[in-house]
């Protein structure tokens, strides 16, 4: 694989998901206000109800809407993954897809472009979505915005990954936005997201220990201690593994040989 060409390749793929997102004016609202909402409503209402003690990566009592920002930038990047591979799953129904892995270049590097395309352009929404947060007091170290960039980066793109696998197990488009709904609100709730592990430990062990094994959970507590300047060492660990094992599955799932192509192939004959 030459390098010019990969590169080419990587801009190109780069350019058309930023146009892409800037022309959806719509979904760049929705991709500020959701988390907005959830913040000046939901964090306020709970407030009194959810109070936190003294927590890593926390030096001294805080808010509930300083604990549930980082929960809200993960689910930001869970929706705009799920979103991203939905329209993958357009592209694939179109046909711009298959034209795409067509290219001489590995399939996983074309997949790779596409999801660290996808992740890339989510980021100037995260940052405008923490520099909002700061009305409500939300406020984590200056250095903080910088330090969390690594681990927005990396959870960007173990979500992307996630959808990338199941995009590729989905053979219609309304199939796939069903499927959404269904995935996107279990990975949310059932996470450190809204509440910290040892309350969910009071109310459910089960729940708790769901909620723990839960990869939504890591890449969200690995943004929260980033934000904080702490390194969470098992959170890391646990992102980069999904993101390995999801985006495996994806390449397989988009084999020619393999998964959907397999079929539309042999319907085709």
């Given at each position: 694989?030459k390098?010019?060409?990969a ?11 930023m ?6 004016r719509?979904?760049?609202a ?10 000046g409503?939901f ?6 109800v959810?109070g936190?003690s003294?927590i890593p990566p ?10 549930i920002?980082p929960?809200?930038?993960?689910m930001m990047?869970?929706f705009?993954?799920?979103q991203s591979?939905l329209?993958?799953v357009?592209?694939r129904e179109?046909?711009?897809m ?9 399939r ?11 992740t ?16 409500w007091?939300?406020?984590p170290?200056a250095l903080?915005y ?10 960007g793109?173990m979500?992307?990954?996630f959808g990338?696998?199941?995009s590729?197990?989905i053979?219609q488009?309304?199939?796939?936005a069903g499927?959404m709904?269904?995935?996107i ?6 996470s450190t ?12 062990p ?22 904080y300047l ?6 890391l660990?646990?992102c980069?593994?999904a ?7 994806g390449v397989w799932?988009?084999?020619p ?5 397999a079929r539309?192939?042999?319907k085709?004959?």
């Amino acid at each position: 694989m030459k390098m010019r060409y990969a590169s080419r390749a990587l801009i190109g793929i780069m350019h058309r998901e930023m146009l892409r997102l800037v022309g959806q004016r719509g979904r760049l609202a929705a991709a500020v206000v959701r988390p907005l909402v959830w913040l000046g409503i939901f964090a306020v209402g709970f407030r009194s109800v959810l109070g936190l003690s003294i927590i890593p990566p926390y030096q001294t009592y805080i808010l509930y809407e300083v604990y549930i920002v980082p929960g809200l930038v993960g689910m930001m990047l869970l929706f705009h993954g799920m979103q991203s591979s939905l329209s993958m799953v357009y592209d694939r129904e179109m046909g711009s897809m298959r034209v795409l892995l067509t290219a001489p270049l590995p399939r996983w590097w074309l997949l790779g472009a596409r999801l660290l395309a996808n992740t890339v352009t989510v980021l100037p929404i995260v940052y405008l979505f923490l520099v909002l947060a700061r009305f409500w007091d939300v406020r984590p170290p200056a250095l903080g915005y910088l330090a969390a960039m690594p681990a927005l980066g990396l959870a960007g793109l173990m979500l992307a990954a996630f959808g990338l696998a199941l995009s590729s197990m989905i053979r219609q488009l309304e199939n796939f936005a069903g499927v959404m709904n269904f995935v996107i609100f279990p990975l949310f709730f059932a996470s450190t997201a809204l509440y910290p592990l040892w309350r969910l430990e009071e109310v459910s062990p089960i729940l708790a220990a769901i909620a723990g094994l839960n990869p939504f959970s890591h890449a969200v507590e690995l943004i929260r201690f980033a934000l904080y300047l702490r390194f969470e060492p098992v959170a890391l660990a646990v992102c980069i593994l999904a993101l390995a094992v999801f985006f495996a599955l994806g390449v397989w799932g988009y084999d020619p040989g393999r998964g959907f192509w397999a079929r539309r192939i042999a319907k085709g004959a």
